[in-house]
């Protein structure tokens, strides 16, 4: 069992960062491929960012390409997740995802709860 627990959400102005932070539980955090998905209002869930159980291979959304940069602390059990030049469109509850595997095309197994992440424009 994985427990994700999200933080650095927060209220920014269009143009500005926030750096979103999923911490998880368990000693087996190096081994699963990590990602982060968005839900805004009204819409259905979407995939936002991901990265191998290792770092070296990550998958992004187009609509987040240049802007946005997942990254992990295997020693601290911590994915990251910077967010740079938001846009009013990005806001949405943020979800970290652990998935069944090292390779992000395995399937996500395990959900946060979430983080509210609210871009004014």
């Known amino acids: 069992q994985v427990q994700l627990v999200e933080s650095g959400g927060g209220l920014v102005q269009t143009g500005g960062s926030l750096r979103l932070s999923c911490a998880a539980s368990?000693?087996?955090?190096?081994?699963?491929?990590m990602g982060w998905f968005r839900q805004a209002p009204g819409k259905e869930r979407e995939f936002v960012v991901a990265?191998?159980?290792?770092?070296?291979?990550?998958k992004y959304a187009d609509s987040v390409k240049g802007r946005f940069t997942i990254s992990r602390d295997n020693a601290k059990n911590t994915v990251y997740l910077q967010m740079n030049s938001l846009k009013p469109e990005d806001t949405a509850v943020y979800s970290c995802?652990?998935?069944?595997?090292?390779?992000?095309?395995?399937?996500?197994?395990?959900w946060g709860q979430g983080t509210q992440v609210t871009v004014s424009s």
């Open positions: 995802a652990a998935y069944s595997g090292s390779s992000i095309v395995t399937g996500v197994r395990y």
């Open positions: 368990g000693r087996t955090f190096s081994m699963y491929a």
């Open positions: 990265i191998s159980s290792s770092g070296g291979r990550t």
